[in-house]
């Protein structure tokens, strides 16, 4: 176990220099370092987080960082992190992996395979209790009502290539967006899909990496966030996207954050983004 660093100096001054960079509602909260081999972080709000990596290692943080508790799991990397709460996580990855914990990180659960190895493997969740979900690789999306313990797989929506975010906001009801910034929407748990919008990416590229760089989170059909990083002309940019119509019109602005692996928490509020190869911080929307 490592500790972890919180600077509230680092952060002050952080606050005072991004004050006028146009951040919008974005404020840096906290900054830690996860241990060694991280490939994604998520924080559910400024306290409680979850850090998953190579070798199928899993930490969990209940004082926002300042220190991370290991727990135990043997399994191959990875790469795909959903938090539910205070106690419901997945966590998904390479070599068919899927883990579930119902105590807030500290112990985890083998759950049914799904999806391939790497490069091939699950990177992308979503869950609205400890039952009821999403789970998919770039190309294979699966369902499940009963917390994993067996998958259904569904058929994309017609013409997409690669996922590249999930948000289930309800027991059946979700959003895919795929690497073209189109965006779909479900109410049958992805037996039909309908068009919704289109992010308006410009020159941002989605990028297909093994972790992901696109972090999704709808509260209903109308109202929803989309969160990028891409690396543009040279320099890593992280960019936030609002709808409040579904996806037909959306708002844009650049979030203060530098470039890493995404994690948005379910209720939108707290973005945390790893900065290879285990600084982390988190942003929150106010």
């Avoid at 176990?1 to 951040?23: E, Q, R, Y």
């Avoid at 017609?158 to 965006?183: H, K, N, Q, R």
């Avoid at 948005?264 to 942003?283: E, F, G, H, K, M």
Wanted: aromatic share 10%; proline share 4%.
């Amino acid at each position: 176990m490592k500790k972890g660093l919180f600077s509230f100096l680092v952060l002050t001054l952080a606050i005072v220099s991004l004050s006028g960079c146009g951040g919008g509602g974005w404020q840096p909260v906290l900054e830690s370092r996860a241990e060694t081999l991280t490939l994604l972080v998520g924080f559910n709000d400024s306290t409680f987080g979850i850090s998953i990596g190579d070798d199928g290692y899993l930490f969990h943080t209940g004082d926002g960082g300042q220190s991370w508790q290991a727990a135990g799991n043997q399994s191959m990397g990875m790469y795909g992190l959903e938090i539910v709460d205070g106690e419901i996580a997945f966590a998904c990855g390479t070599g068919n992996n899927v883990r579930a914990s119902v105590d807030g990180g500290i112990s985890w659960q083998e759950r049914a395979n799904f999806g391939a190895s790497f490069p091939n493997h699950c990177r992308f969740a979503s869950f609205v209790d400890a039952q009821t979900g999403w789970i998919a690789t770039p190309t294979l999306l699966g369902t499940t009502a009963d917390g994993g313990a067996t998958w259904a797989e569904a058929a994309l929506p017609d013409g997409v290539t690669s996922i590249a975010a999930l948000s289930l906001f309800a027991p059946g009801e979700g959003t895919l967006l795929d690497v073209s910034g189109a965006l779909y929407l479900t109410n049958d748990n992805a037996a039909t899909w309908s068009a919704a919008g289109q992010l308006p990416l410009g020159e941002i590229p989605l990028e297909v990496k093994s972790y992901p760089l696109a972090a999704m989170r709808f509260q209903d059909a109308g109202n929803g966030m989309v969160v990028v990083a891409a690396i543009v002309d040279g320099t890593g940019l992280v960019t936030a996207f609002h709808t409040v119509d579904g996806g037909a019109t959306w708002t844009q602005e650049t979030v203060p954050a530098p470039y890493g692996a995404l994690y948005l928490s379910r209720d939108a509020r707290y973005l945390t983004v790893l900065t290879p190869p285990t600084a982390v911080t988190v942003w929150e929307y106010r």
